[in-house]
């Protein structure tokens, strides 16, 4: 047997042992479920066909002589059969160009209807609508707007109680931010928010028993007595903490711009990783902003 024909075979049933095993099938059987029957005899069909058809033509490659009326011309020794373009091909090659006239005209022209466009001019005229509507609420009213976006697109991971199930899901909202997350970001620095601080926070920039001083002194709102070590970060974030635009952020306490910053970017950090929530419009995100704020306010 030709060593191609043993190679078809060991490849064809590696292909369909593997699409048995991805499709779960082994854990849970066929179930006798006529979709899923259907479903692995129609790859198993492929597979087979494939890697055959594809030995062929290699095996015709492998043995076929190449005859006809050769052109005068010769390369090196490399000639050139004056064989006529097969009908087929040409049939096709004039057909594809039929059809690229045809698609960029009528079939699917430049600026045409598409659904998807549809929904985003709806979305656009929602949202601006929405804005208008809204332009002007703040105080309470913003914060019970942004504690309906937060029940809607927060809840899950952040929980009932935003403790993020006690920061195993997510970030405590209800404190700026917790000791963890001040050592993970010292000891692994942090580049997410690349539009509002390019350059990010290094890593190291302390060490040691410094690490759990700076941990307890930012956790703690910046309260009491200064660790020594607070000199290199007041660098960025100033003696105060309030940060520096294009520089680093405020972390003593919550703005606006900070948490819009984390809707847009996703944050990943000690705890995990949030995904960029930028679907909320403008006003949503000051709104679920202005929430978050109100669950710390009065400590
Ligand atoms: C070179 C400037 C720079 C220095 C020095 C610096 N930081 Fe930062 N820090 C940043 C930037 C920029 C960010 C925002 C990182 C991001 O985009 O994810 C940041 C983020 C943080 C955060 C995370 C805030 C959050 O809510 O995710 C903490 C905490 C922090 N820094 C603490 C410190 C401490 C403590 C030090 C001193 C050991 C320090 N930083 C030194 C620039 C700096
Ligand atoms: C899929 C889960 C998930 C969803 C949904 C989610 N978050 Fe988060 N969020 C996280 C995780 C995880 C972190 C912590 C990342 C880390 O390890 O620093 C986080 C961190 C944050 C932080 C940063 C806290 C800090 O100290 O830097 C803010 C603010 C925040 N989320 C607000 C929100 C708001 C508002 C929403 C809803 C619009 C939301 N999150 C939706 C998972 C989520």
Redesign the pocket.
């Known amino acids: 047997m030709n060593k191609l024909y043993l190679w078809g075979i060991i490849i064809a049933a590696a292909m369909l042992g593997a699409t048995y095993a991805t499709l779960g099938y082994l854990k849970n059987g066929l179930n006798g479920d006529i979709i899923n029957i259907l479903a692995i005899a129609g790859a198993a069909a492929l597979v087979i066909i494939t890697i055959f058809v594809v030995i062929k033509y290699v095996r015709q490659m492998q043995v076929d002589q190449a005859s006809g009326e050769l052109a005068d011309e010769s390369w090196d020794n490399i000639g050139e059969y004056k064989n006529p373009l097969p009908f087929g091909w040409a049939i096709m090659f004039l057909g594809t160009m039929v059809w690229g006239i045809w698609y960029w005209t009528i079939g699917y022209p430049v600026n045409a209807f598409s659904q998807i466009g549809q929904y985003n001019k709806e979305v656009k005229t929602l949202n601006s609508a929405f804005e208008k509507k809204y332009a002007n609420i703040k105080g309470d009213e913003l914060v019970n707007m942004g504690e309906s976006v937060y029940l809607v697109e927060c809840v899950a991971c952040h929980g009932l109680n935003a403790d993020g199930n006690n920061e195993k899901d997510a970030a405590d909202l209800n404190q700026?931010?917790s000791e963890k997350?001040?050592k993970y970001?010292?000891n692994h620095?942090?580049?997410?928010?690349?539009s509002?601080?390019p350059?990010?926070?290094?890593a190291g920039?302390?060490s040691g028993a410094?690490?759990d001083k700076?941990?307890k002194?930012?956790a703690g709102g910046l309260k009491g007595e200064k660790p020594a070590?607070?000199a290199?970060?007041a660098?960025?974030?100033g003696d105060n903490g309030k940060g520096q635009p294009f520089?680093?952020?405020d972390?003593a306490g919550w703005n606006q711009k900070?948490i819009v910053n984390?809707l847009d970017?996703g944050?990943k950090?000690a705890i995990g990783k949030m995904p960029v929530m930028d679907r909320l419009n403008p006003k949503q995100k000051e709104a679920v902003a202005a929430y978050v704020m109100s669950l710390s306010e009065g400590e």
């Not at 350059?199 to 290094?202: D, E, F, V």
């Open positions: 700026r931010i997350s001040v970001v010292i620095g942090s580049n997410n928010l690349k509002a601080y350059g990010g926070m290094p920039m302390a410094d690490v700076l941990a002194y930012v070590a607070w290199t970060c660098g960025c974030h520089v680093a952020p972390i900070f984390i970017n944050k950090g």
